[in-house]
């Protein structure tokens, strides 16, 4: 059995300060305030470091540097941006009073783990964390109850903080070493997991939604078996064409197949 | 009943509650993508907020369980479409309770649940249907911010030159500024579309139409569920899948 990997173990762990380390969390939870096409969250990074900035004292050239350094495009995914900011921090206070940290080494650094970290991101978050929290809230909407889902919420947005701050302070204890982290068997086993929650909650999802058309069919004026078959046609129509549209546009279109399958199966209308 | 007369006819108490829906569609438009993106600013999620601002919320979860599920795949990757999800959540509820609507005529197929009245689920189905142009609405107004985004960026160039930290720092203010009052102005305006036209639009409907619209909850979560079925696997990972539809079945009996 591996070891968990442990960046910067063995040495005497590197902390930010308490209020620099405030500061810049807060911030980067705006990260991708000023998102624009051109260089992504360059704005929302060089936002977030400057607290460590700030506590330094004021050189006009110094910080003219600095932003150059970080004004260039950025682009990873927010959840998992701390790791990268930490890293830059950690790398900018080694480099401190030697002239900072070179150009290059800061963009090699800073694209190449905000690449990985992106990748991981959407893996993880995007595919995993949050269709599964999506699924899980509808789950619990099913008891007709508001709090839960609210609960759900909250819940989602504290552990996220968390992981954000956490994900801060391991960054700047990592400085280079942070590369080893991106190794950790447990980001797989992480999505793999997200994964597999997902599958199990749109499935009971279909479940419960293909047990009330066949008890509901009255509602649409049609027949429990005809109900069921099109609500199956429908789950089944995205899988057999192998395409996905943007929500809203499904929506739009189960207007208009209303309205097609209304004369075509329920003469019962409203 | 006409826009004119229904505003004609708000309270001050009505127009309190426009002002409180505006600042929460706001806080939900920073929360998508500018500020911590949570969960809150889901549309299962914003529509109960909603609904339990508006003190319904039952109508919350009727209109939110069919949009989520419709927007499940809605995901920020590769993504083309970047609708106003939540404001549009936010208008559905809100808009739906200053027309009066609530809460008998509503619940639908998600009423069923926890022994709730069943409603109209036709009305649903049009409050769902309006929530999907408005949220598809706000994608030019995202996407025009997004390029306000970029101009600023570059007018931020000149603290390259001059070391001007504070610059940047309003800059960055400024896009979450805009985000707010982007956001509490498409819900605001949103509300009272959804108020003024959207659900006296469903009473002047023929019957025939507004009848067809009960199927649009069903078929929405239906196709929404594929979208996840096909992103995720349904043929190489059909036990998971399998196992889910047998517990989802079981539940839809027990409640």
Redesign the interface.
């Known amino acids: 059995m591996t070891e968990p990997i442990r960046p910067g173990a063995g040495e005497a762990p590197a902390r930010l300060t308490s209020g620099v380390r405030r500061s810049v969390f807060v911030r980067t939870?705006?990260l991708?305030?000023?998102?624009?096409?051109?260089?992504m969250q360059?704005?929302?990074l060089?936002?977030c470091l400057?607290p460590w900035?700030?506590d330094r004292e004021r050189d006009?050239?110094?910080?003219?540097l600095f932003?150059?350094r970080y004004?260039e495009f950025f682009n990873t995914n927010?959840?998992l941006a701390g790791y990268v900011i930490g890293g830059l921090l950690r790398l900018e206070h080694e480099r401190e009073g030697a002239g900072g940290l070179p150009r290059g080494q800061s963009q090699i650094f800073r694209d190449s783990l905000a690449r990985a970290l992106a990748s991981l991101g959407?893996q993880l978050f995007?595919?995993g964390l949050?269709?599964a929290?999506?699924?899980l809230?509808?789950?619990l909407?099913?008891?007709?109850?508001?709090w839960p889902?609210?609960g759900?919420?909250?819940a989602?947005?504290i552990g996220?903080?968390v992981w954000r701050w956490r994900s801060l302070g391991r960054g700047y204890a990592a400085g280079y070493d942070i590369v080893s982290l991106l190794g950790d068997a447990r980001w797989h086993r992480a999505i793999a997991g997200a994964?597999?929650a997902?599958?199990?909650?749109?499935?009971?999802?279909?479940?419960?939604?293909?047990?009330?058309?066949w008890?509901?069919s009255d509602?649409?004026?049609t027949t429990p078996w005809a109900f069921l078959a099109?609500?199956?046609g429908?789950?089944?129509?995205?899988?057999l064409v192998?395409?996905?549209?943007?929500?809203?546009?499904?929506?739009?279109?189960?207007?208009l197949?209303?309205?097609l399958?209304?004369?075509a199966l329920?003469p019962?209308?409203? | 009943m006409t826009a004119i007369d229904l505003m004609g006819g708000f309270t001050g108490a009505h127009w309190a509650l426009v002002g409180w829906l505006s600042l929460l569609s706001g806080l939900l438009a920073l929360d998508e993508t500018a500020l911590a993106q949570t969960w809150l600013s889901q549309p299962l999620c914003a529509a109960t907020l909603a609904g339990l601002l508006c003190g319904h919320p039952a109508l919350g979860l009727a209109i939110g369980l069919p949009l989520q599920l419709a927007l499940v795949m809605n995901l920020p990757v590769g993504q083309t479409v970047t609708g106003e999800a939540s404001a549009a959540a936010v208008a559905a509820v809100g808009g739906t309770v200053l027309a009066g609507k609530v809460p008998a005529a509503l619940g639908g197929f998600h009423g069923l649940t926890a022994g709730a009245p069943r409603g109209d689920l036709a009305l649903t189905g049009w409050l769902l249907l309006g929530a999907a142009l408005w949220s598809l609405g706000g994608h030019p107004l995202v996407q025009a911010q997004r390029r306000l985004h970029l101009i600023w960026m570059l007018q931020g160039r000149r603290t390259l030159r001059d070391g001007n930290l504070v610059r940047i720092e309003r800059i960055q203010g400024r896009c979450l500024a805009a985000t707010l009052v982007r956001g509490a102005i498409y819900g605001a305006a949103g509300v009272l579309a959804v108020a003024g036209l959207w659900v006296p639009l469903y009473g002047v409907l023929p019957a025939g139409v507004r009848g067809a619209m009960a199927w649009v909850p069903i078929l929405a979560s239906a196709l929404g569920i594929g979208a996840v079925l096909e992103r995720y696997g349904v043929a190489r990972h059909w036990r998971w899948v399998g196992a889910g539809v047998v517990a989802g079945w079981s539940l839809g009996v027990l409640t």
């Open positions: 939870l705006a991708q305030a000023s998102w624009n096409h051109q260089r360059n704005l929302g060089l936002v400057m900035l700030r006009a050239d110094r910080d003219r932003c150059r004004y927010p959840y959407d995007w595919l949050r269709p929290a999506a699924l809230g509808c789950a909407a099913l008891t007709g109850r508001p889902v609210v759900l919420g909250l989602a947005a996220q903080l994964k597999r997902v599958r199990v909650l749109a499935g009971l999802s279909a479940g419960w939604l293909l047990r009330h058309a008890e509901g509602q649409v004026g099109v609500v199956l429908a789950m089944a129509l995205p899988v192998r395409r996905r549209w943007a929500g809203e546009f499904m929506v739009l279109a189960t207007g197949a209303a309205l399958l209304a004369f329920g019962k209308g409203s």
